[in-house]
């Protein structure tokens, strides 16, 4: 997994997964010792990630991200923005991410900046 699209989209996917699935979505695109940093949270591990994600996205019930323009990226490194929406309505939250892959294609680490913070 290299592709910055399928990075990114993978990414997405695990943030956007029911809560009783995103364990495995953790599993399949993220190294088990995966570091999740932004300016609100951090993480270490699909444990620690999983508990960050399901309270982040209990506080948006209904709340989906959405891939903002085309993910960019070179060696290691994927850089990709995102929006955080109910349905058509106008997003409430929107960032840019940076992710480092490790050498099988797997997700490391992710820095995380918010480009326009919830209402």
Do not use: C
Request: negative net charge; without cysteine.
């Amino acid at each position: 997994m290299s592709d910055p699209k399928i990075v990114a989209k993978a990414y997405l996917e695990t943030w956007n997964a029911a809560s009783g699935q995103r364990s495995a979505a953790l599993s399949s695109a993220w190294r088990p010792d995966a570091v999740y940093t932004d300016p609100l949270m951090s993480g270490k591990g699909h444990e620690a990630l999983q508990a960050m994600m399901d309270s982040a996205m209990a506080q948006f019930p209904g709340h989906r991200f959405a891939l903002e323009g085309e993910p960019d990226g070179h060696g290691h490194f994927v850089r990709f923005s995102w929006t955080l929406r109910n349905g058509a309505e106008a997003s409430v939250a929107r960032g840019t991410d940076v992710v480092r892959l490790d050498e099988g294609g797997r997700i490391a680490e992710v820095i995380g900046f918010l480009d326009g913070a919830a209402a």
